[in-house]
């Protein structure tokens, strides 16, 4: 005997589980199950001789995939009786209590973003109980500051401490605003970005320096405009404080490139040596350029002189940056190594390939261009969907990610990759050897054939990435160095075994 169930159309899924779901029964071989929202699961058995009595046959919808999104919630893909293929949001299923369990996820989903926010990715157990001590502490600090940066400003003659002071305390409120706005700006780059300073941390270095300059040209227009002076200067101050937002992450990381006996404290302790010897230097001649006659008298040639001094420091900048040699194989170098290899079947060392990185270029414009975490109606072509998904699980039924190619116009290629629960860094490397193989080979392969094309990058893949890390090692670099980040914004999930749901 086997049971085939069919779901009829209702605009809620069904939930078996539910205690108030009613069972009835339509003829010997028919029986409905149905529940509050008007959804009737419709079941049929019929008699299999083949079969001893008692053994059963399950034909029933069966889930194939679950989209997990990094809010909590989750999509689910199934194939029906027919062998179409269905989507719902699960959080759709819930029948009871349904407003309790929507504002116990909503904040459940509060609590992880604060906590994704002010916490890293992994610390030891004394570091929440350092911070929730260095927050007052810092606190305090900075009450001081305010009360420190008063006392500066009567000092200069802006009021006194008497009844006609007024204009300093205002001066004061003024410039510790302009302070307050300029942090809030830091705050936003840790907490929001802090993810991205290992990867690529001379990048980040340079644009701290490139934003820094920006911020820096709305503090000299406040001379031009002095009435102005409050939202100039705090425009100024938030784009320097955003700034220092990327420079301070990115430089430890840098630091710590430089610690290779484990030395982190003497090596910041060193960079101090230099870095204070500079400013005493910097301090000195730029007193001396500041007191020329031509400087004291003429806002042109001051700002003219401030902006050739500002573009000769961000080229010694990306000078200093491009002589670093990280081992590390972050997206950009992971991009440079996969293409050598995929062409040329050679890996360069990890000083060859620091060389030949572009610092300054945005993932986004670099080619071929990747798309990361691509819901699956966002992958795959509408024409014949269902038929494509399965093909496409399919393919993919060994891998840890699924990465699809769309054609846009006659030309160019869009590269979409999802990654499953349980994917690493050695996955996302694989998944880019698919990607630059595809890009390289297309024009030899079946132009409509796109199975076809991911087929035969696949079987490529399984020949000649094991090559490949090989030659990673040969070349230098070590697995443990593969800094290349799985997307957790949506991550795939198989829920049940492809080579049983497709027979």
């Known amino acids: 005997m086997s049971v085939a169930v069919g779901l009829l159309p209702c605009s809620t899924p069904p939930t078996l589980t539910s205690a108030r779901a009613q069972l009835s029964f339509l003829s010997s071989t028919h029986f409905v199950l149905s529940n509050p929202n008007n959804c009737t699961l419709v079941c049929r058995s019929s008699l299999d001789a083949s079969k001893q009595p008692g053994e059963f046959e399950q034909k029933v919808s069966r889930s194939i995939l679950v989209e997990r999104y990094e809010d909590g919630k989750s999509k689910r893909y199934v194939l029906d009786t027919n062998r179409h293929l269905q989507s719902f949001w699960e959080a759709e299923e819930r029948l009871l209590n349904k407003v309790q369990d929507d504002d116990f996820s909503n904040l459940s989903f509060l609590l992880k973003k604060f906590g994704d926010f002010v916490l890293p990715a992994s610390f030891p157990d004394d570091y929440l109980d350092y911070m929730l001590l260095q927050f007052p502490t810092n606190v305090t600090g900075w009450i001081c500051h ?6 500066l400003l009567k000092a200069v003659g802006v009021g006194s401490f008497s009844q006609t002071g007024v204009a300093a305390s205002t001066a004061a409120i003024q410039w510790v605003s302009k302070d ?9 780059i840790g907490g929001r970005y802090g993810y991205l300073f290992d990867d690529d941390p001379r990048q980040w270095r340079m644009y701290a320096d490139i934003i820094g300059s920006a911020g820096s040209v709305f503090e000299l227009t406040t001379q031009l405009y002095p009435a102005y002076f409050l939202p100039l200067a705090s425009l100024g101050n938030l784009m320097k404080a955003i700034a220092r937002g990327l420079k301070d992450p990115s430089f430890r990381v840098i630091q710590n490139h430089f610690a290779i006996s484990a030395n982190l404290g003497e090596v910041a302790a060193k960079e101090e040596v230099w870095e204070v010897a500079a400013q005493l230097v910097g301090l000195a001649l730029g007193i001396l350029i500041m007191d020329a006659p031509g400087l004291r008298e003429s806002y042109s040639m001051h700002a003219f002189t401030w902006l050739s001094v500002r573009l000769l420091h961000l080229w010694l900048r990306y000078q200093s940056l491009s002589v670093l040699k990280f081992p590390s194989i972050n997206l950009k170098r992971a991009r440079i190594l996969v293409n050598s290899h995929v062409l040329y079947n050679t890996v360069p060392g990890y000083i060859d390939v620091n060389k030949e990185e ?42 840890k990610h699924v990465l699809f190619v769309n054609r846009h116009g006659s030309k160019v290629l869009n590269y979409y990759i999802t990654y499953k629960v349980g994917a690493t860094s050695l996955s996302v490397l694989k998944s880019l050897w698919q990607v630059y193989w595809l890009h390289n080979h297309h024009k030899e392969l079946d132009r409509d054939d796109v199975l076809g094309w991911l087929n035969e990058s696949l079987l490529k893949v399984e020949a000649r990435f094991t090559v490949f890390l090989k030659q990673l090692e040969e070349a230098g670099w070590q697995k443990d160095q593969i800094s290349l980040k799985v997307p957790k914004h949506l991550l795939f999930e198989e829920a049940d075994s492809l080579a049983e749901l497709f027979q």
């Open 358 to 399: 572009k610092l300054l270029a945005w993932e986004h414009f670099l080619q071929p261009k990747i798309t990361f975490g691509v819901p699956l109606k966002s992958m795959i072509p509408k024409g014949d969907f269902s038929h494509v998904v399965k093909a496409v699980l399919e393919l993919y039924a060994q891998e």
């Open 180 to 188: 307050g706005l300029g942090a809030i700006g830091r705050l936003f």
């Open 146 to 151: 305010t009360l420190v940066t008063s006392s």
